[in-house]
């Protein structure tokens, strides 16, 4: 099973840009399609974007869409999120995801259900 860590979380004011990290290890990314979910305080967690395997073919939340990008690295087996206009809604735990090895290459997965390993969380906070 794959572990995925995020990383570069932190505080950014709303308007401005802020890019968080997921490091697989123990497995390579490249057999998954990937997913970030984010939660905010009292909230459920929600779907953010999930990219295919191959990179080709991204779904946005309709939340993030035209703010946020979504790229992946297989060789550096790790996932990025771009998230730029932030805005105070945008304050949460991030979380990335791995779905279940080996689905198609330009599957993209919007529900959690649908994913097997999840890191620890990033939070992100945003200052209005």
């Known amino acids: 099973q794959v572990q995925l860590a995020e990383s570069g979380g932190g505080l950014a004011q709303a308007g401005g840009s802020l890019s968080v990290s997921c490091a697989a290890s123990?497995?390579?990314?490249?057999?998954?399609?990937m997913g970030w979910f984010r939660q905010a305080p009292g909230k459920e967690r929600e779907f953010v974007v999930s990219i295919s395997r191959n990179g080709d073919i991204a779904e946005y939340a309709d939340s993030v869409k035209g703010r946020f990008t979504v790229s992946r690295d297989n060789g550096k087996n790790t996932v990025y999120l771009q998230m730029k206009s932030l805005k105070a809604e945008d304050t949460a735990v991030y979380y990335c995801?791995?779905?279940?090895?080996?689905?198609?290459?330009?599957?993209?997965?919007?529900?959690?259900?649908?994913?097997?390993?999840w890191g620890q969380g990033t939070q992100v906070i945003v200052s209005s």
């Open positions: 123990g497995g390579t990314i490249d057999a998954y399609a």
């Open positions: 995801a791995a779905s279940r090895p080996w689905v198609l290459p330009t599957t993209v997965q919007v529900a959690a259900t649908q994913y097997r390993a």
